[in-house]
């Protein structure tokens, strides 16, 4: 069974820094892109950002670019996301999700990790 | 980025009656357009993928089609765990820009 499961989200200042975690189980983590997604409260989802099977290529949205960094262990199945100079708008669930390995997307999805950016 | 805009924004239905939403892109791309559904707390669910793929285990009831820049989601004969909000997300560029959501809701 494909399990993901997040950590590290919490309140943070504006300003700060945060990084968040997931950890995933059930699959061959080293063989599968992975995203992370958010969903500010009462919001639609936001794509944020995606890392290739061996962390060599990643995409960011515009919104995040400059500010958030995606990475992963693949030695310890491990996802991440380091979030820097965090505002208010950046205040959300991050979900992490595994991409789709018949075509581009997502196909598994966390339970998420709330981060709330204020002071 | 292409703009993802789904319609209606949310929709009043019953039990038993066949529902359509539509998602309709700012530009063509191929056909990597995906349908989840999410359940107020949860995370969302992937119910067809590449516009028409029906995922593993989904009910038949759920459809997906179209093509270019146009495309629906069905549901045939409502069910009553259906109720749920909808989002379509096309995976063919970065960003992977998702639809705003379409909040189906019991007439």
């Known amino acids: 069974e494909v399990q993901l499961v997040e950590s590290g989200g919490g309140l943070v200042q504006p300003g700060r820094s945060l990084r968040l975690s997931c950890a995933a189980s059930?699959?061959?983590?080293?063989?599968?892109?992975m995203h992370w997604v958010r969903q500010a409260p009462g919001k639609g989802l936001v794509w944020v950002s995606r890392?290739?099977?061996?962390?060599?290529?990643?995409d960011y949205a515009d919104s995040v670019k400059g500010r958030f960094t995606i990475s992963r262990d693949n030695a310890k199945n491990t996802l991440y996301l380091q979030m820097n100079s965090l505002t208010a708008e950046d205040t959300a669930v991050y979900y992490c999700?595994?991409?789709?390995?018949?075509?581009?997307?997502?196909?598994?999805w966390g339970q998420g990790t709330l981060v709330t950016v204020s002071s | 980025d292409i703009q993802m805009t789904q319609s209606p924004s949310s929709l009043s239905a019953s039990v038993g009656d066949r529902v359509t939403i539509t998602c309709r892109a700012s530009?063509?791309?191929?056909?990597?357009l995906n349908w989840y559904q999410q359940k107020p707390g949860k995370a969302p669910k992937l119910l067809i993928y590449?516009?028409?793929s029906l995922q593993t285990g989904v009910p038949s009831r759920f459809s997906g089609s179209g093509s270019g820049t146009d495309f629906t989601l069905t549901i045939s004969s409502l069910q009553p765990e259906d109720f749920a909000t909808y989002y379509c997300q096309q995976s063919d560029s970065v960003p992977h820009t998702f639809g705003q959501g379409t909040k189906l809701e019991s007439k």
């Open positions: 590449a516009a028409s």
């Open positions: 999700a595994r991409g789709d390995n018949r075509v581009p997307g997502i196909d598994y």
């Open positions: 530009q063509t791309f191929n056909n990597y």
């Open positions: 890392i290739s099977p061996d962390g060599s290529r990643t």
């Open positions: 059930g699959f061959s983590f080293s063989d599968y892109w």
